[in-house]
């Protein structure tokens, strides 16, 4: 099973990036996808999940409004559009696949994301 986030880097206050995670090794549309993101010292955390049919997603409240996250389980790639980014965004992004009906769940290896002027 390979899960690998894509899309990192640098960008300025307000600014955008997409991240993408792409997923090989399973029947990807039975598998749940979600975001976490992580800061030194911190613990992970989610910042949106999106179910197996990409027909239900939640956002947290810390970034609702201003991030998305879809699904394309032709390619399966699970992705996460970030808007007007902020100070405080900044983290190493993790995307993670659970199946829906099993415990198997899988990690990426994090991608950086930095705000910063």
């Known amino acids: 099973v390979s899960v690998v986030e894509s899309g990192g880097g640098l960008v300025e206050p307000g600014g955008s990036l997409t991240l993408s995670c792409k997923c090989s090794?399973?029947?990807?549309?039975?598998?749940?996808a979600s975001w976490h993101r992580q800061t030194p010292g911190k613990e992970r955390e989610l910042v949106a999940f999106?179910?197996?049919?990409?027909?239900?997603?939640r956002i947290v409240d810390s970034v609702k409004g201003r991030f998305t996250i879809s699904r394309d389980n032709v390619r399966d790639l699970v992705s996460l559009e970030m808007n007007s980014l902020k100070p405080e965004d900044p983290a190493v992004y993790y995307c993670n696949i659970h199946g829906m009906s099993s415990n198997q769940a899988f990690w990426g290896q994090g991608t950086q994301v930095t705000v910063s002027s």
């Open positions: 999106i179910t197996g049919d990409g027909n239900n997603a």
């Open positions: 090794g399973v029947p990807f549309d039975e598998y749940h």
